[in-house]
């Protein structure tokens, strides 16, 4: 019994030093907010103060030290973020992920974003002679500094990943997958390229493939400046997405108020960009001063310029412009080789990869690249390659001027050079919301627009051998829709269709009414507009297209007839369209939207096909036409030998919400709470590994907001019972330009992507209740708060 006793004294003791070293392991691996660190590449000693957030607010005293300094604060906190971005857009992840990983590498490779990455870096990236590549290259020594001599993330060393230097080439991987994540093309285009062939144009009538009529429009204005004084394709690309382990951008609002529709008397500027939650947040904050330059900014990790900012002089803000900037062309091969291109056979190109698999043996794939881009057709694992398919991308065939354009936006001294900023910018496509120090509001689309031939239909497949369906040319930047300091005193973007220019509607993926119009609903207010009045429009859960959608159920399940739908008809019809927490109508609306959705129409395209369209904005243009016409052909289910109805269909739709949210929240309709099924947790790419997924994951919270609200916490559109948020404002932003120094932010989780930091997580409760902080460039303010690290040269 001694002995025994012993042996469990001495396991109980090898356990607590195990948990002690492992405790003390886990201290050193923190990011160093304090005290003083000797750097190999600093010209002269810079100071950083981290606020109370770990907000890094830099002081150089020249260009090249503020922004290495930014390389090695923004590493120290999100290494692995920047090791993630860089080996998804290279397709590189199954060589430190394994096999799981080797579709998306596949679909990576395939895309040709490497490709784009080198060729930018050899054109702009291999001198220093321009101030944007002293910066760029300043940025990446800065990182490279903490990959030698910094504290390697947890993340590395779980997974085993090698520590290697930044390349120039890794910037504009960034670029390019970022590019990607505003690609919606790649899942709409097949999917409704399936229904056409197969199904038929009857079955498109009931999808709003272009912009429906009852779209609300951004509007242009060009004002006077102010001076003060196939089932294969869709299936791969949507299993490929669903494991990239890096969220991916997904819409956004933005909008500037006049000043003379303010109280202070100048611009409020608003803006909260929406992109796939994970943790870490995607957005880094930092603060650079040095003489001449005031900088405030949110940057993406790997690219040292920061795409959301403001300076001394203005602000801006972005949201997708959703312009089509991708598209599928069929080509016709012969056995030599060869491909038909404007009517003339061409040799097409062919490009070998290796893709390394952790545990694993290499895969070779051999690229054939035609005039349209990079074929993807025996690549992607098709079943069917009777019809070749090419690839046209917008990255990869158009100079890429995002890093110079980026550049230029943060050290802006005037308007004109904001105006310039915005007409380099090729792709990815953006909406630019500006307001400056001197009065001015303005609006630009941001993108490289083709001239198309006014016979093709962008969105579906077309004809790569006659050369009919060639693009013409590109329109002038001055073509763009835009608006500059418009007489009714506001711009806004809501990732919805721009107004034509010169009678021409540029296509794109635009989205429904109900975010756009609440915004232009409530911005329209005749006030004097204040920070707070901003805070509650950012936060507002009120949609009106999806009331207007409820009553449709509604009267469909009163015609049905039947008592244990009424508490469900109540509810819709009462409904104000507020999604609000503790409110019972947008469970059950969701519930029946989903449920209805999904079984008129995964029977005619499968269910891989319906997961692809849902993603995109072309189902949500289409609920409201799509359950208004009780005649459509979706409605039949095709399993059986019966023709079913739109009541048929709503009727089993209702059977099963009713189930569902008995089993999610008991048999009381009273608990049936929004809150209870709508819920945000920031997943990290540990999420999938259950012993590790609480130690990273942020959350759960119950969130207010819903699919297309302005606090648009969306989610996927399953049958699952639970609508679990996977994206939303990557940030909610607010400037009132009377006080500059002091505007107002939240980040959904935190500052740092360092589990063992205080700021990994810590907004994560305030963003999630409404809450903001301030963005603090006042240096007496800053110096208040937080803590001081102090950079120096090393010594040689």
Known sequence: MKLLKRILLGLVALLLIAGIGLYIYLQTTRPVYSGELALAGLKEPVTVHYDDYGVPHIYAQNEADAYFALGYVHAQDRLFQMEMIRRAASGRLSEVLGKDLLKVDKLFRALGINQFAEA???????????????????????????????????????????????????????????????????????????????????YLKDLAVETPANAVRIQNFNGARKIKATDSLIAFFGEALDKIPVPLWQGSNGWAIAGD??????????????????????????????????????????????????????????????????????????????????????????????????????????????????????????????????????????????????????????????????????????NLMYADAHGNIAWWAVAKLPVRPKHVASKFFLDGASGNDEYLGFYDFSKNPHAVNPPWGYVYSANNQPDSVDGVLYPG??????????????????????????????????????????????????????????????????????HDTGLTAPAIYYNLLSQTMRLAMADEISHAAFEGLAATSVLKNSYEHFIANENSPWWDDKNTEAKETRSQIVQQAADKT????????????????????????????????????????????????????????????????????????????????ADQENGITVSPSGQSGNVMSKHYGDQAGMFATGKFRKMLMNKSAIEATGKKLVLTPAKE
């Not at 297209?545 to 449709?552: P, Y």
Request: glycine content about 8%; hydrophobic content about 40%.
């Open 120 to 202: 930018h870096a050899q054109q702009f990236l291999q001198a220093d002679t321009a101030g944007f590549q002293r910066a760029a290259l300043a940025y990446q020594k800065g990182i490279n500094e903490f990959i030698r001599t910094g504290k390697t993330p947890l993340e590395f060393s779980i997974i085993g990943i090698p520590k290697t230097e930044f390349e120039p080439k890794d910037i504009y991987l960034a670029v390019g997958f970022m590019s990607f994540g505003f690609a919606e093309g790649l899942r709409a285009d097949p999917v409704l390229e399936k229904i056409k062939t197969e199904l038929g144009a009857e």
């Open 509 to 578: 993926y635009y989205y429904p009414r109900s975010r756009a119009g609440r915004i232009e609903e409530l911005i329209k207010e005749n006030k004097k507009w204040t920070v707070d009045d901003i805070k509650t429009t950012i936060l507002d859960v009120t949609s009106h297209m999806h009331t207007d959608i409820a009553r449709q159920f509604a009267a469909i399940l009163k015609s049905i007839n039947k008592s244990e739908y009424n508490e469900l008809i109540t509810q819709l019809e009462s409904w104000n369209g507020v």
């Open 658 to 737: 009713i189930a569902l949210l008995t089993a999610a929240c008991g048999k009381n309709p009273a608990d049936w709470k929004w809150g209870k099924i709508h819920t945000l947790t920031h997943k990290h790419a540990f999420d999938a590994v259950k012993p590790l997924r609480n130690f990273f994951n942020v959350g759960p919270f119950p969130v207010p907001g819903g699919s297309e609200v302005i606090n648009n916490l969306h989610f996927k559109l399953d049958t699952t019972g639970y609508y679990k948020v996977d994206g939303g404002p990557a940030l909610r932003k607010i400037t009132d330009f």
């Open 261 to 430: 529709r303010t109280a202070s008397g100048m611009p409020i500027l608003a803006n909260d960009t929406h992109i796939g939650f994970a943790q870490p947040a995607v957005w880094y904050e930092a603060h650079l001063e040095y003489p001449g330059y005031k900088f405030y900014g949110h940057h993406i990790a790997g690219i040292p310029f920061g795409l959301l900012g403001q300076n001394h002089f203005a602000g801006w803000g972005l949201t997708m412009f959703e312009n089509d900037d991708t598209d599928f062309f069929y080509e016709e091969t012969n056995d030599e080789g060869q491909v038909k291109y404007k009517g003339e056979w061409v040799d097409i190109q062919f490009r070998k990869e290796i893709i390394k698999v952790k545990g694993d043996i290499d895969v070779e794939l051999t690229i054939p690249v035609t005039p349209h881009g990079n074929m993807i057709s025996g690549i992607l694992e098709f079943t069917d390659e009777s019809k070749p398919t090419s690839l046209w991308w917008l990255l990869n065939h158009e100079t890429n001027y995002a890093l110079q354009a980026a550049y230029l936006l943060n050290h802006s001294q005037n308007f004109a050079d904001v105006e310039k900023a915005a007409s380099l910018f090729s792709a990815p496509g953006l």
